[in-house]
């Protein structure tokens, strides 16, 4: 289960970059709660920044989201720095 968020940027910043992947692709977050097995309520949570995901459910996320875990990490990365 995902640890709550004490408002930190990189988390704000990797939400930011989950959402806009998703978005990018045209997906919904029901979409990718199928594709990726996690409930749509805790994707909401997630690209708030609200919560601290799991490495386990980064991975699927980024499965579901059809990039590599590496390359959301490098996007929430630079969204942080600006």
């Given at each position: 289960m995902p640890?709550?968020?004490s408002e930190s940027?990189?988390?704000?910043a990797l939400g930011m970059a989950i959402r806009l992947v998703r978005?990018?692709?045209?997906m919904?977050?029901?979409l990718l709660a199928e594709r990726s097995g996690?409930?749509?309520?805790?994707?909401?949570?997630?690209?708030?920044?609200?919560?601290n995901p799991t490495a386990v459910n980064l991975a699927r996320l980024s499965?579901?989201?059809?990039?590599?875990?590496?390359e959301l990490i490098a996007r929430s990365e630079e969204l942080e720095k600006s």
């Open positions: 640890r709550q968020s940027p990189f988390l704000s978005t990018e692709r045209a919904s977050q029901s996690i409930h749509p309520t805790w994707i909401s949570h997630i690209e708030s920044g609200r919560i499965k579901g989201l059809g990039v590599k875990l590496s």
